[in-house]
């Protein structure tokens, strides 16, 4: 399992939601949505930093599907935040950045060879 500063992902993320939650507790005035927005895309970041270490054997589609939860985790961290977005402003963001992620992943993947 990689790490981050040698620790385990998860021990990271844990850090991160502790730290958020002292914060709160004692400086920066947040809302419960306002938090979990954030630990959401605490989450969301490790999950694509995970993806891109391990470069998983499955055709890139981890490190895409990692990009694209990482996307989403950020609109919702902008919309609890206060950014007004049409639904039609979303879906636009969201195929753009699918369309980034792919030509990304196409372009440093390899196809499995054929099993005989």
Not at 34 to 56: D, S
Request: net charge neutral.
């Amino acid at each position: 399992m990689p790490t981050i500063f040698g620790r385990e992902p998860a021990v990271i993320l844990g850090f991160l939601s502790a730290g958020l939650q002292m914060l709160t507790a004692f400086v920066l005035p947040l809302t419960q949505e306002q938090v979990g927005a954030l630990n959401a895309i605490f989450a969301a970041a490790i999950g694509v930093w995970t993806a891109i270490v391990t470069r998983a054997a499955d055709g890139g589609s981890s490190i895409h599907s990692a990009v694209l939860g990482f996307a989403q985790a950020a609109i919702t961290v902008a919309l609890v935040f206060g950014l007004a977005l049409s639904d039609e402003q979303t879906a636009a963001i969201m195929a753009f950045v699918a369309m980034a992620a792919s030509m990304f992943v196409r372009q440093n993947v390899s196809p499995k060879p054929a099993v005989r």
